[in-house]
Nanobody, 122 residues
Framework: QVQLVESGGGLVQAGGSLRLSCVAS????????VGWFRQAPGKEREFVAT????????NYADSVKGRFTISRDNPKNTVYLQMNSLKPEDTAVYYC???????????????WGQGTQVTVSS
């Protein structure tokens, strides 16, 4: 089992920045890829970014490419999502998830956090 806890969400004005953290406990964190997903009210959960076990391989949704950066610190069991130039359409609950591969599909991930709310005002 891997337990994941997200933090760092909040209310920010458009154009601002936030950094989300995902802290893991349980099984060896460095064995897992980690993805960030988000879900806005009335919408399906969507892929945001993912990073492989070493932190070298990364992938981003087109909607966040160039604005968001995913990174990980394995000794600290933590994955970060740096979000810059935030837009109102980035408003959602953000979830981190751990799985065996750095995929874009939510079903590929086995463990999920409880989510953190990000609200971007215009």
């Amino acid at each position: 089992q891997v337990q994941l806890v997200e933090s760092g969400g909040g209310l920010v004005q458009a154009g601002g920045s936030l950094r989300l953290s995902c802290v893991a406990s349980g099984r060896t964190f460095s064995n897992y890829a980690v993805g960030w997903f988000r879900q806005a009210p009335g919408k399906e959960r969507e892929f945001v970014a993912t990073v492989n076990w070493s932190g070298v391989m990364k992938n981003y949704a087109d909607s966040v490419k160039g604005r968001f950066t995913i990174s990980r610190d394995n000794p600290k069991n933590t994955v970060y999502l740096q979000m810059n130039s935030l837009k109102p359409e980035d408003t959602a609950v953000y979830y981190c998830a751990a799985g065996r591969g750095w995929y874009t599909g939510a079903t590929e991930y086995d463990y999920w956090g409880q989510g953190t709310q990000v609200t971007v005002s215009s």
